[in-house]
């Protein structure tokens, strides 16, 4: 099993900036794609970024460009950089990771518990 914790959720303007961080513990030779889904109320739950063990990244359209996500191997340790925040980016946050990619929903293996995230107007 893998436990995935995150932090640095919270409530910022619209225009700033966070910094989400999730650490991996537990059996980490098994992941290879590590990142960030979010959910907003009433929405389903959509892919924000992902990065390999090689650091190969993906984001979605409505992020790139503002949201940076980074990996230390070593650590076990996945970040999401997030700038020019704005409030349709208002969610729950989760930390994701899976040995086949997590792309999708079906292919990730291992979930966070979720950090709130909140950018008012």
């Known amino acids: 099993q893998v436990q995935l914790v995150e932090s640095g959720g919270g409530l910022v303007q619209a225009g700033g900036s966070l910094r989400l961080s999730c650490a991996a513990s537990g059996r980490i030779f098994s992941i290879n794609a590590m990142g960030w889904y979010r959910q907003a109320p009433g929405k389903q739950r959509e892919l924000v970024a992902g990065?390999?063990?090689?650091?190969?990244?993906n984001y979605a359209d409505s992020v790139k460009g503002r949201f940076t996500i980074s990996r230390d191997n070593a650590k076990n340790t996945v970040a999401l950089l997030m700038n020019s925040l704005k409030p349709e980016d208002t969610a729950v946050y989760y930390c994701a990771a899976g040995w086949r990619g997590i792309a999708t929903i079906p292919r990730v293996d291992y979930w966070g518990q979720g950090t709130q995230v909140t950018v008012s107007s």
């Open positions: 990065i390999t063990s090689g650091g190969s990244t």
